[in-house]
């Protein structure tokens, strides 16, 4: 596999990533990071919330990859055609 290749597979990933650490943060930041009695949990949110973050960072990883591969396709099209990019 080339690196220009592969390029949006690992940007899939990353996003991917992101999603999934900033969705882990969200749930469960507030607990370290407030003071005690601050934050209130009921039940299961934590765990529905987590499943919820894990499917959410599932999705994103081929969202990711399909938006970087069709923003190179669209990149190569206009650059073998001759195309100036305008800033």
């Known amino acids: 596999m080339s690196r220009?290749?592969?390029?949006?597979?690992?940007?899939?990933?990353?996003?991917?990533?992101?999603?999934?650490?900033?969705?882990l943060l969200a749930i469960f930041a507030p607990d370290r990071a407030l003071p005690a009695g601050q934050t209130i949990q009921y039940g299961y949110g934590q765990v529905f919330?987590?499943?919820?973050?894990?499917?959410?960072?599932?999705?994103a990883l081929p969202v990711g990859f399909l938006g970087a591969q069709l923003s190179a396709m669209v990149a190569y099209r206009r650059a073998s055609r001759g195309s100036k990019i305008e800033d």
């Open 4 to 23: 220009h290749a592969s390029e949006p597979l690992v940007l899939g990933v990353l996003w991917g990533l992101a999603v999934l650490s900033t969705g």
């Open 49 to 59: 919330a987590t499943i919820g973050v894990l499917f959410l960072s599932a999705i």
